[in-house]
């Protein structure tokens, strides 16, 4: 078969052509794929995620497209559902989704700019590059401190607002020879490189913004350690925009509860850490009160069951310990939670592995733990658990 025209490789905003079928081939579920002589959909391929959009025969019928492929020089458009009667020969209009190709020639152009910025600065290699559909993931081969990434973030915006040209070369073997230029792989035959003047020159086959400017802006908005050097999470254009419009509302909503101004917020949330951990701490010494007393209460060799709302796991464990030092009959401490009760099991000496997988088979619960003690929760209410384990006792 021909291989297909890639209209997208030298005009990445024609959105609109005409193509004609050069192949239909249908799966048993009603799906398929189709190949054209000429199109204007980007395959998947060297991190960038397929166009989608649709094809229109001459009979009106409009075909959707989810995903798009290339193998051997020919690019397959997967349908979902393909009509009766198409076959090779036929006419069909072909359109993609602009506003998705637009944001990942954003995001491809971006990371051009990112990366030639950071090895251009710091010697950093682009080892892993892949457009999500939250972010962009890019992977250096070195560590990067946090003022490198501020320095570098810094300069690709400045070659952003410089609104630099975004330049298309297919050197020949000889003036490829001569060039210096970023690539992952070793490429066999003609090579497709992507130059922006004094930023980046990098072989790609993606498609790309027309100048540096219709980028709009770049912000790393995640970093870590990653095989000895640094993933990055980014967004550009769009999807930076909109994180900065929803950072700045989320920024608003905590300065409202904290009656802080914006630049505030910080000092508020530690002042409001610091107060949280004075009560955590006094919360804490009265809980080992409570438990004295509620310990003091128990006489030896019997069973010590209790019910305390508001315990969390790390509670519930050190109520049951407490407990089963003033007896060594069967304790238990039990409180209620969103989906039932959380339970602790201490006895001395004991061995309640049984009975915790009898509480679990008969109130829907999960959990385990050591001969002396186990924890878990169920789906009953503390007053069921603790009429079970009175009952078992019995």
Not at 62 to 89: Q, R
Not at 177 to 206: F, M, T, W
Not at 255 to 263: D, F, N, Q
Not at 299 to 312: C, H, K, V
């Amino acid at each position: 078969m021909q291989r297909t025209q890639k209209l997208y490789e030298n005009d990445p905003f024609c959105t609109k052509a005409e193509g004609t079928v050069l192949a239909v081939e249908a799966l048993p579920d009603g799906s398929g794929r189709i190949a054209l002589d000429r199109t204007v959909f980007y395959p998947e391929g060297g991190g960038q995620p397929a166009d989608r959009g649709r094809l229109t025969l001459a009979g009106g019928e409009t075909i959707p497209i989810t995903d798009v492929h290339e193998k051997d020089g020919v690019i397959w458009l997967s349908a979902a559902a393909l009509p009766e009667g198409l076959a090779e020969g036929a006419a069909a209009s072909q359109e993609i989704d602009w506003e998705w190709r637009f944001d990942k020639m954003q995001q491809h152009t971006g990371e051009h700019i990112l990366s030639g910025t950071l090895h251009r600065l710091f010697g950093a290699e682009n080892v892993g590059f892949h457009i999500g559909a939250e972010a962009v993931r890019m992977d250096t081969n070195i560590p990067l401190t946090a003022d490198q990434l501020r320095q570098a973030e810094l300069e690709a915006n400045q070659a952003v607002w410089q609104d630099l040209p975004v330049k298309l070369l297919y050197p020949t073997a000889e003036e490829l020879a001569q060039i210096s230029y970023r690539s992952k792989k070793e490429i066999l035959g003609q090579v497709r490189l992507v130059e922006i003047p004094g930023v980046d020159r990098c072989a790609c086959c993606g498609t790309h913004t027309a100048t540096t400017g219709q980028v709009g802006l770049i912000k790393i908005i995640a970093a870590e350690n990653y095989k000895g050097g640094v993933r990055l999470a980014v967004l550009c254009g769009r999807r930076a925009l909109e994180e900065v419009q929803a950072m700045r509302a989320r920024q608003s909503e905590i300065g409202a509860l904290l009656s802080a101004k914006p630049s505030e917020t910080a000092n508020a949330v530690r002042r409001v850490h610091s107060e949280l951990t004075a009560l955590h701490f006094a919360y804490t010494g009265l809980c080992f009160q409570l438990f004295d007393a509620l310990a003091a209460t128990v006489r030896p060799g019997e069973d010590a069951i209790q019910i305390l709302p508001g315990l969390d796991p790390d509670g519930l464990h050190r109520l049951a310990v407490r407990l089963s030092e003033a007896t060594d009959g069967l304790c238990a401490a039990l409180t209620a939670t969103e989906k039932g009760c959380g339970y602790c099991l201490a006895q001395k000496d004991g061995d309640l592995r049984e009975l915790t997988r009898a509480l679990n088979a008969a109130l829907n619960g999960r959990g385990g733990g050591k001969p002396g003690i186990c924890q878990g929760s169920c789906a009953a209410t503390p007053e069921q658990v603790a009429e079970f384990l009175r009952s078992r006792a019995r």
